[in-house]
């Protein structure tokens, strides 16, 4: 089972970012998947999840800045980050089947 996250970097206040998740060794499809964040000093947190029907959950103030996807046919999972803020640098992980992903480092600064 793996986890490999991709997308990340570093950007401006008020830019975007996708970030992209690649799945392999289950059948990612029956799982919901989830995107967690954690910040220097600060406990790891829900961003958002998805079920495989596609129903999706975001963590507090997220919503309407952050959108969560899911291609089953591919085995990947999306995040597109707008409006960004300098509180949402953080390491970014990709979660499903009770299995981590490594992370990726975003970064908002001016």
């Known amino acids: 089972v793996q986890l490999q996250a991709s997308g990340g970097g570093l950007v401006q206040p008020g830019g975007s970012l996708r970030l992209s998740c690649a799945a392999s060794g289950f059948i990612f499809k029956i799982y919901t998947m989830g995107w967690y964040r954690q910040a220097p000093g600060k406990q790891r947190e829900l961003v958002a999840t998805?079920?495989?029907?596609?129903?999706?959950d975001y963590g507090d103030s997220l919503t309407g800045r952050f959108t969560i996807s899911r291609d089953n046919d591919k085995n990947t999972l999306a995040l597109q980050m707008n409006s960004l803020k300098p509180d949402d640098t953080a390491v970014y992980y990709c979660h499903g089947r009770g299995v981590w992903g490594k992370g990726t480092q975003v970064t908002v600064s001016s």
């Open positions: 998805i079920t495989p029907q596609g129903s999706t």
